[in-house]
């Protein structure tokens, strides 16, 4: 190997180094690129149109209930006659109930942990109807911020 002057020129430095940077950011995009999506929480119930129904009740208790990675929603205990139901309404930023507040609910009946809930599409409170979902059962917040 000689030492010959032309290897050691600034411009055939710059680049020898302009290149390895290039190599090195077009790995970085390729590794950054191929990195899968975290998988969906397939865990949480998904409305279901064909298990809509109405009822009417009078809220016997708000919980806040954690919904799987995302923030807490609203649930609902509803007393109808002698039963109680659950109904998950919506991220805890969105709206309020109190106890005692009658309400006539449009929702999906789902399992939830082995047990039944309403998912709320729309609700009647006093004169105000409440939308919660559009009509095809996808939530009318922004799902991510809960807002």
């Known amino acids: 190997m000689s ?14 180094q302009f290149s ?3 190599l090195l950011l077009l ?3 390729t590794t950054a690129l191929s990195q899968k999506a975290p998988p969906a929480d397939t865990s949480l119930p ?7 129904g109405k009822t009417k ?3 016997d208790e708000v919980r806040l209930v954690p919904w799987g990675a ?7 205990i509803l007393k109808i006659g002698d039963d109680k139901v659950r ?15 009658e309400v006539a609910i449009t929702g999906s009946k789902v399992k939830q942990e082995g047990s039944e809930v309403i998912l709320a599409r729309e609700m009647v409170r006093g004169t105000d109807t409440l939308m919660f ?10 799902e991510r911020t809960g807002k």
């Open 46 to 52: 998904k409305y279901d149109l064909q298990t809509e």
């Open 27 to 29: 790995w970085c995009a």
């Open 70 to 76: 995302k923030k807490e929603v609203t649930e609902l």
């Open 3 to 16: 030492l010959n002057p032309k290897n050691f020129t600034p411009r055939r430095q710059a680049r020898k």
């Open 57 to 59: 009740g009078v809220v």
């Open 20 to 22: 390895r940077v290039a």
């Open 133 to 142: 979902r559009d009509n095809k059962g996808n939530p009318v917040w922004n």
């Open 87 to 101: 109904i998950s309404v919506c991220p805890k930023p969105f709206i309020s109930f109190s106890k005692g507040d």
